[in-house]
Each structure stands twice: as C-alpha cells, then as structure tokens.
C-alpha cells in the first residue's frame, strides 16, 4: 500500500482553492500566465502558491528570477518564498541538472511531492501543468481536492484543436473549469472566446503578445509593469478570487 | 525532518486501513523501507513510535516492524540489473538530498553503469511502502 495517497488532502487541507493552469500544446505560454496569475493574486492581497508541475522542464522559477536551493524541512519540505508567493519547483532540487521522467516516475514524483509539501493556509494554489492531457493532468485530477483548470489557448488553429480535446476531455470528467484564457494574442480572441462558448466555460480575457515580456523574465517588478500582467490581473478580477 | 512527514503519511494509512478493514484497534503495523530514499531509519521511527502517538493516541502502543529493501534499477536501453552502488557514488550532497526528497530524481543524478543511460526503471527499494496492518478485529494486507 501506498501511505503517501493518505497524506495529500492533510498537506492541502489549508489550501482553499487549487487552479491548474493548463493547455494541452507546448510553447503557449502557460508558466507565464500561472506565474503572473500568481502574482496577480498576491498583489490583490491573496495567501498563493505556486506549484510546477513541469518536472522536466520547469521554468517558474525562471520567470520569478530564483534560484533558490533546497526546501527548508520542518515536518516535511517548505515552499521557497519569492515575491510574496510560496513557490515549489523541482528545481529548487535539481539545479540545472536534467530530469528524464517516464510517465510513471513522474506520477510518483508528484506523489512524493504532494505528501511532504507543507503549503499552510492558502486562499489559491496556482498550478503550472505540464503541456499535453498525460499522467501529470489525470494524476492531477485523481488526487487533488478542490480543484479546477484554468485552460490556457492561442488563436492558432493548431492550438484551438488541441485545447478543444482538453476542453472535452474535463468536460466528460465533470472537472470544473473556471475559464479560459486567450495568450499571445494580437487581434483579439475571436478563436478561443467562441471554443470558450461552444463548451460553455467562461472567456476570461485575451492576454497580449508583448515583445518586451522576454526582457521582463526574471524580474518582477517589470513584469508587474507589462501588458502581461495588466490583463493576467483583469482575468483574476473576473475570476472573483 | 522530512522523515516525520513520511511517518505521519504511513500512520494515516495505516489507520486508513484498519478502519477499512474493520478493525478496533492497531496492533502491529509493517512497513518497508527502500534504499533509495536514504531515510533515517531511527529519526523514522521514533517520529512513528514517540511523536504520532501523542497526535493520535490511536498509534499508542503499536508495533512497527522495518524492513528494508535493497535497491534495484534495470535498464530499459540495455538491460541491464544493478544496485545502488553501481549507479554512481554517493558523495555529492546535493545528488543525495535531491534523491532523498524525491527518488525519481535519482535519473538527473545515477546512470546505468553498462550503458550510461539514465532510462533505468526502479525495479524495487524506491521509498516507503505499508505493507501489513494487524490488529483486533482484522487484518490488512
């Protein structure tokens, strides 16, 4: 038998809110949108955290400009604190060192994480998901108390095909959905505001392809001075957390 | 203290299942412990045997007997089978904390020792496993 399935909803027991950030194709800019939806929330005076779970290639500590090493252990491991946001990444256990991950190390991976990570009283834990629908999202699914996605989508119609699988797919496990998100967009979210409505999730904004995010990695304060983050906050303003 | 965590995650597995089970009281509960994961055993168990119980007075006076588990990898590119020792020293304290917290991260720190690949399965000793839960009323495997 497994303890550590016993031990997660006690490790989250404080934690009000849990919202997956999720899209199923690589490259659209979920870590962003989790990571300044993060901060969006702290700076609206919310208790957050922030989860990656991108074992393989994690990057909101990137966004975040830490590279702050090992958790502090004290009964279990302590999210790092980094601009007003609790933070746990592999990373912080990493370095640079990379992570092949099979599917099911990276369930258990997840597991182990879940049952040691002491996140306290939050009012919302942002999760940063891997791309794609694989063990990551259903292990998600499976194990996490109060949860719902936040589905991340770009005008592409590559995307727009691949974010309505996702759609469908936590439409079918009756998984709550609090909204979807246009990214990178440059004319507006015709594309993704009509995928929001056929499957009646919420259209919670566009979030503008902005040149000048890329100068801004790594450093918060410019970050919270983008059009990134001016519309990540609206899209926290309509979700009402 | 991360063995504390993963005590209080056996006991309430444990409790989890004697209750499943029927069960009105714990006796005696078996648990393995894999190499991999490193944990000290003593810090383990006193967290199980001298901290829990004043928690949940319900762990009071159980029994916990420790197995441990060597560690096995096999390749999925080769192969081959090796152990522990085989994968790659141990004296990097970052390699050891990291694979401590998590032991999948033992694939960004051990290779095969045949191939050199880090595509190696765990094929036994990973962590910690409930394996038996006795008591009045039941039993538990």
């Given amino acids: 038998m497994d303890p550590r399935t016993a031990a997660v909803s006690e490790r989250l027991s404080g ?30 005076g919310r208790s957050v955290g922030l989860f990656d779970l991108d074992f393989t290639s994690p990057s909101a500590h990137v966004i975040l400009g830490t590279r702050a ?31 092949p991950l099979r599917g099911v190390d990276a369930t258990n991976a997840l597991l182990e994480l879940l049952a040691i990570t002491n996140w306290g009283d939050l009012d919302v834990l942002v999760l940063d998901m891997p791309p794609g629908l694989g063990d990551t999202s259903l292990d998600v699914i499976r194990l996490i108390p109060r949860l719902e996605f936040v589905l991340v989508g770009t005008s592409s119609r590559l995307v727009i095909s691949s974010v309505e699988r996702a759609a469908a797919l ?72 | 203290m991360h063995e504390f965590a993963l005590a209080d995650a056996v006991a309430r597995a444990a409790l989890r299942a004697a209750r499943d089970a029927g069960m009105s009281r714990v006796e005696r509960v078996t648990v393995k412990i894999g190499e991999l994961q490193d944990i000290r055993t003593d810090l383990f168990v006193f967290s199980l045997t001298e901290v829990l119980p004043g928690v949940d007075p319900a762990l009071a006076g159980v029994v916990f007997d420790i197995v441990e588990e060597p ?71």
Wanted: hydrophobic residues 45%.
């Fill in chain 1, 15 to 44: 934690v009000s809110r849990v919202a997956a950030v999720a899209g199923s194709k690589g490259g659209i800019g979920k870590s962003v949108v989790a990571t300044t939806m993060a901060l969006a929330l702290a700076g609206r």
């Fill in chain 1, 69 to 99: 090493g090992f958790p502090a252990e004290e009964f279990g491991i302590e999210p790092h604190e980094a601009a007003g946001i609790r933070v746990m990444s592999v990373a912080f256990l990493l370095g640079d060192s990379p992570a």
């Fill in chain 1, 170 to 241: 936590l439409r079918e496990l009756r998984v709550p959905v609090a909204g979807i998100v246009e990214n990178m967009s440059r004319s507006g979210g015709d594309g993704v505001e009509a995928l929001a409505g056929r499957h009646g999730f919420p259209f919670l904004g566009s979030v503008p392809f902005d040149p000048a995010l890329e100068e801004a990695v790594g450093d918060v304060g410019r970050l919270r001075e983008g059009a990134v983050f001016g519309a990540v906050d609206g899209v926290v303003a309509r979700l009402g957390w």
């Fill in chain 2, 71 to 141: 560690v096995r990898f096999g390749c999925r590119a080769c192969g081959a089978e090796f152990g522990r020792e085989d994968a790659g020293d141990r004296s990097d304290p970052d390699a050891a904390e990291a694979i401590h917290l998590v032991p999948e991260l033992s694939h960004a720190f051990l290779r095969c020792p045949q191939c050199g690949g880090p595509d190696f399965e765990i094929l036994a000793g990973r962590g910690v496993t409930l394996e038996r839960v006795e008591g009045t009323g039941g039993e538990e495997d």
